[in-house]
Each structure stands twice: as structure tokens, then as C-alpha cells.
T-cell receptor, first 113, second 117 residues
Framework: SQQGEEDPQALSIQEGENATMNCSYK?????LQWYRQNSGRGLVHLIL?????REKHSGRLRVTLDTSKKSSSLLITASRAADTASYFC?????????????FGQGTILTVHP | SQTIHQWPATLVQPVGSPLSLECTVE??????LYWYRQAAGRGLQLLFY??????ISSEVPQNLSASRPQDRQFILSSKKLLLSDSGFYLC????????????????FGPGTRLTVL
């Protein structure tokens, strides 16, 4: 895509396994964020990583950022059935972007009990 | 604490009819406000953003318009809906730019599912 992409598009795993989702973008960024969306609902912010950070943790979530490769990954450890949702990365270009976010196409995660 | 509301939750409208979707934010002042559209549960497309009352920027040419009549109210409108306007519309807010030109996360409303028949 013109802006970036996420892979895989869909991921199916068993409870207890780890889930890794990848995001690539094409512009310079101020920060990159990950969001979760349950079916038919609004998005919930998970974690924000700034361009000068390389790794960030929040509970079972681990996000990495490689600005030289323009890529980020979200790792969910010890997954649970309740983690089933769509996960989106989004990036902010900074500067005069007024906080605007560009979203990836998302990864649909299914965790089987 | 801050909350964001959207209504209606669902809407079915005939082609050619007008549209008005409302978004309000509570518990914060002078937020940045955003309207997104999501098609088929995939990525979000930014439609409009606003950094203050009466200040609207459009990201993509389209059949829709936006207005911000009050600090914490953001409205998405159309005079005549098209079939292609169907989708899931999400409103979001974020705090204004902090010192050092950094930006923060966005907080999303529950969304409005619009079906144009």
C-alpha cells in the first residue's frame, strides 16, 4: 500500500501461545501506536512508542520499533481467548501533522481456547 | 475522567437522504477531534480533523462535511448520501500538542454503523 502494511492479515493460535504482528510504514514518524478493536466496536489504545524508543512493555504486550527499517512489531505473550480481536498499528508523522494518525490495515487475531 | 460519545449507534438511510452524526467529548477542553471511516472491519481512513472551534481540515475529497460548533462537539454531515458512504464511522479525540511537538494517543468513541440503501 502507499502508506504501509501489517502482516499477517490473519493469525489463528491456541491459548497460551504467543502472537506476533508486524507493521511497516513509509514515512518518518514522531510515534507509532497500537490499537485493539473488538468486533463492531471502537478502538482501544494499547501502547505508544516514540521514535527515539526501541522497545516498550505493558503487561503481556511488548512493542518494538526499528526506525531504520521503518517497522514495528507487537508481541502478545501467553495469549488468552479474550485477546481475540483486530489489532491496528498507526503512526503519527509529527511536525505540523496535528496528531493525525495513518492506520495499517490490521491483523485479525483469533485465539482458540 | 474523559469520555467520548457518538450517536446514533446504527443508522439505515436511503440514498439521497441527509446525514448528521454527532460526537461529543466530556472531561477535557480544547481537544483535537477526528472523524474516521472504516470499511469492512479493516483499516481506518481519516476524513476530517479539527484543532479548534470552526477549524476543519478535510483529508479526502468526498460527499461528506464536518463542523465543530462547540469546543467538544464534532458533527459529520451530508446533504445527499451515496451508497459508497456506507461504513463504520468513528470519532476520536486527543490532547493538543504538548511541549516539544510530541503527540499523544487518540481515544475513540463507540462508532456509528451507517448503511445506505
Amino acid at each position: 500500500s502507499q502508506q504501509g502494511e501489517e502482516d499477517p492479515q490473519a493469525l489463528s493460535i491456541q491459548e497460551g501461545e504467543n502472537a506476533t504482528m508486524n507493521c511497516s510504514y513509509k514515512t518518518s514518524i514522531n510515534n507509532l501506536q497500537w490499537y485493539r478493536q473488538n468486533s463492531g466496536r471502537g478502538l482501544v489504545h494499547l501502547i505508544l512508542i516514540r521514535s527515539n524508543e526501541r522497545e516498550k512493555h505493558s503487561g503481556r504486550l511488548r512493542v518494538t520499533l526499528d526506525t531504520s527499517k521503518k517497522s514495528s512489531s507487537l508481541l502478545i505473550t501467553a495469549s488468552r481467548a479474550a485477546d481475540t480481536a483486530s489489532y491496528f498499528c498507526a503512526w503519527n508523522a509529527g511536525g505540523t501533522s496535528y496528531g493525525k494518525l495513518t492506520f495499517g490495515q490490521g491483523t485479525i487475531l483469533t485465539v482458540h481456547p | 475522567s474523559q469520555t467520548i460519545h457518538q450517536w446514533p449507534a446504527t443508522l439505515v438511510q436511503p440514498v439521497g437522504s441527509p446525514l448528521s452524526l454527532e460526537c461529543t467529548v466530556e472531561g477535557t477542553s480544547n481537544p483535537n477531534l477526528y472523524w474516521y471511516r472504516q470499511a469492512a472491519g479493516r483499516g481506518l481512513q481519516l476524513l476530517f480533523y479539527s484543532v479548534g472551534i470552526g477549524q476543519i481540515s478535510s483529508e479526502v475529497p468526498q460527499n461528506l462535511s464536518a463542523s465543530r460548533p462547540q469546543d467538544r462537539q464534532f458533527i459529520l454531515s451530508s446533504k445527499k448520501l451515496l451508497l459508497s458512504d456506507s461504513g463504520f464511522y468513528l470519532c476520536a479525540w486527543s490532547v493538543q500538542r504538548t511541549s516539544g511537538r510530541t503527540y499523544n494517543e487518540q481515544f475513540f468513541g463507540p462508532g456509528t454503523r451507517l448503511t445506505v440503501l
